[in-house]
């Protein structure tokens, strides 16, 4: 089993990660931090509660992380995400409330308490981790793995020109957890999976059409292009009917942006790569955020030729298989909502 930290700003994909990673036996939940960024922290612990009952797991703990980011005010993209974070899905409100501990006290407990075990994932800003590493600075020798959606190389930003909408929320925090785990041993440097593998995975209307059919559910045309924005799903199964409500929200988000009906699948990538390091080639490279520039603060800069004359801090995703992907998924997903 893969035992995991996940710390998640949920988020229309952050959805989707979680559920790929409820549907996966191999995976191991053990806690589900709440990072402020696509929405303010509370309404994404209010999410994660919220997908967690509807998936019969409220079992597992979900803390609220910090409001803000470590030196900016909290920036939010509801424009992105929806009004709640979750597209047009309406999810039944969860009675339970987040755990007392804090996120960031979260990952130090639950890293301590399975040393060299535990793998974290992170698909939001850094700001909880980073707020860890304050607590406990041996967080990369108790972890086994760190996989970080964020950062953008070759590849042009989301959020600014040159930056990627994780690190772009909270660059400070991330140039510190960058930093902390340059000490991290050379199998085991963080993976950060950057735009430029994430937005080439792109799920389509027939991705989720085939995700209802493995479900077993009505009806099979769930979403296209000609539907006026913003029509509710009809599907039976109450998994496919939510999910297919928040992916409709962002298919409308990339086609008002010109990049066609389709949905950029950065964080459910991440989390399959949290499970199966095969999924994505990887290049070492050190790799620091830039805080100060007027046009490229919050921009990732790595060192791939070992210029700067340090050891690299990180493998950086460079190539996956989208195609293997999206089966996994639907596979995964699609058996998960029938069951
Ligand atoms: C990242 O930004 C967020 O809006 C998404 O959830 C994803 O984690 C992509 O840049
Ligand atoms: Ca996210």
Redesign the pocket.
């Known amino acids: 089993t893969v035992p995991l930290i996940l710390d998640?700003?949920?988020?229309?994909?952050?959805s989707l990660a979680l559920l790929y990673l409820l549907a996966s036996p191999e995976a191991e939940i053990l806690t589900v931090a709440s990072t402020a960024?696509?929405v303010p922290a509370a309404q994404v612990a209010a999410n994660n509660l919220a997908w967690l009952d509807l998936c019969g797991r409220p079992d597992i703990e979900v803390t609220l992380g910090s409001p803000v980011p470590l030196t900016d005010p909290l920036r939010t993209?509801e424009d992105?995400?929806g009004p709640q974070g979750i597209g047009y899905a309406q999810l039944p409100a969860s009675d339970r409330t987040v755990s007392e501990r804090s996120s960031a006290q979260a990952w130090v407990d639950v890293a301590r308490s399975r040393p060299g075990e535990v793998t974290g994932l992170v698909?939001?800003p850094l700001t909880n981790l980073a707020l860890a590493l304050r607590i406990e600075p041996a967080l990369p020798t108790l972890l086994r793995r760190l996989v970080v959606?964020?950062g953008?190389f070759h590849h042009p930003g989301?959020?600014t020109p040159k930056s990627?909408?994780?690190i772009s929320v909270d660059p400070e925090a991330a140039q510190e957890v960058f930093d902390a785990f340059s000490v991290a041993p050379p199998d085991r440097l963080p993976v950060i999976c950057p735009?430029d593998v994430?937005e080439t995975i792109e799920m389509r209307p027939e991705h989720l059409r085939r995700l209802a059919e493995v479900a077993g559910s009505t009806p099979d045309e769930l979403i296209t292009e000609t539907d006026p924005p913003g029509t509710r799903s009809l599907a039976d199964n109450p998994v496919i009917r939510h999910l297919s409500d928040a992916i409709r929200f962002y298919l409308e988000f990339h086609r008002d942006q010109g990049e066609g009906f389709l949905a950029?699948m950065?964080?459910p990538f991440?989390a399959a790569l949290a499970l199966d390091p095969t999924l994505a080639q990887t290049r070492p490279a050190t790799v620091d955020v830039e805080l100060v520039g007027t046009l490229t603060r919050g921009c990732t800069v790595a060192d791939w030729r070992g210029m700067w004359g340090r050891e690299p801090n990180a493998e950086v995703a460079v190539g996956a298989d989208p195609h293997a992907f999206f089966e996994r998924l639907i596979d995964r997903v699609g058996r998960f909502a029938a069951r």
């Open positions: 998640v700003d949920t988020g229309i994909d952050d960024g696509n993209t992105t995400h698909t939001g959606m964020g953008a989301n959020t990627e909408w994780n735009l994430t950029h950065h964080d991440a």
